[in-house]
C-alpha cells in the first residue's frame, strides 16, 4: 500500500477513496518515472499510452469488484431471495414446474439490476424487484479514475484520454458483473432449495445472455425452452 503523504494528491475526490486506489495512482506514477528514465535508452519500447493504460485497466479488474460490487450484495442477494420465494402464477396452464427469471443489467453510465419472471406470469403478484438507488458506485470508479489521469497530466503526456474508447474497461465490468450475479444467484439457490433458473441479459439487448445457474453463455433466447 502506497502512503498518500508521498505524492503530492490534489484531489479530495482521490484522497477520500485513497483506500481503493492507492496502488494504481503510486504505480502510475512510478511508470512514469521508469517511462522518462528508459525512453533514450530503447526508442521501440511500447509506447506510453499503452503501457499507462493497460497499468489502469489492470488496476480497474482489481478494484471494481471491491468498490461497485461487493457493497451490493446484501441487497443482491435479498432480491433473488423475494424472487425465488415467490408465489408465481402462470397466466396460461403449463406442465413445467421450473420458474424461470430474467435479471436485467445496464452499467454503461449507472448500475442497475432488476429481476422479473421470464414467463407470462401475473405480474401483480411478483411485485416490482430491483436495486434501490443508493449512490451509483460504477460512475463514481469512472470519475475517479479520470481524475487520477488528468491530475498526473495523462492527457498531455500521452496524448489521449483514458476513457476516449471504454470498450475493454465496459467488457472488464460486464465479465465481473455476470460472475458475481452469478454467484449471488446460486448462493440463493442453495438455501431457497427452489426449482428456477435465471437469464442474464443487457437491458438494451448490446450484448450477450448468460445462465446465471451455469454461469454459461447462451447462444439465444430459444435456449431456455429446454427447462
Not at 30 to 38: D, F, Q, T, V
Not at 140 to 155: A, R, S, V
Request: charged content about 35%; overall charge negative.
Amino acid at each position: 500500500m502506497y502512503n498518500i503523504e508521498d505524492f503530492d494528491v490534489k484531489s479530495e475526490l482521490i484522497r477520500k477513496h485513497w483506500k481503493f486506489v492507492n496502488e494504481v495512482y503510486g504505480s502510475l506514477v512510478e511508470a512514469l518515472k521508469e517511462n522518462e528514465l528508459e525512453t533514450e535508452k530503447s526508442p521501440l519500447r511500447v509506447t506510453l499510452f499503452d503501457e499507462i493504460y493497460d497499468l489502469m485497466l489492470f488496476h480497474w479488474e482489481k478494484i471494481y469488484p471491491e468498490f461497485v460490487l461487493h457493497p451490493k450484495k446484501d441487497e443482491i442477494l435479498n432480491m433473488f431471495h423475494k424472487a425465488q420465494t415467490s408465489d408465481l402464477h402462470l397466466n396460461k396452464p403449463s406442465k413445467k414446474t421450473t420458474k424461470i427469471y430474467s435479471v436485467h443489467y445496464y452499467v454503461l453510465q449507472y448500475f442497475s439490476l432488476i429481476i422479473e419472471p421470464y414467463h407470462e406470469y401475473d405480474f401483480d403478484k411478483f411485485g416490482d424487484l430491483c436495486l434501490e438507488e443508493t449512490g451509483d458506485l460504477n460512475r463514481l470508479l469512472h470519475q475517479i479514475f479520470d481524475t487520477i489521469w488528468y491530475e498526473l497530466k495523462l492527457t498531455e503526456k500521452t496524448g489521449e484520454d483514458l476513457f476516449y474508447d471504454d470498450s475493454e474497461f465496459y467488457d472488464t465490468e460486464v465479465a465481473l458483473l455476470t460472475d458475481f450475479v452469478s454467484k449471488c444467484w446460486n448462493e440463493t439457490k442453495e438455501k431457497t432449495k427452489i426449482d428456477c433458473v435465471a437469464v442474464l441479459s443487457e437491458s438494451t439487448a448490446a450484448d450477450g445472455i448468460c445462465l446465471l445457474d451455469e454461469d454459461k453463455k447462451l447462444e439465444d433466447f430459444d435456449e431456455i425452452s429446454d427447462f
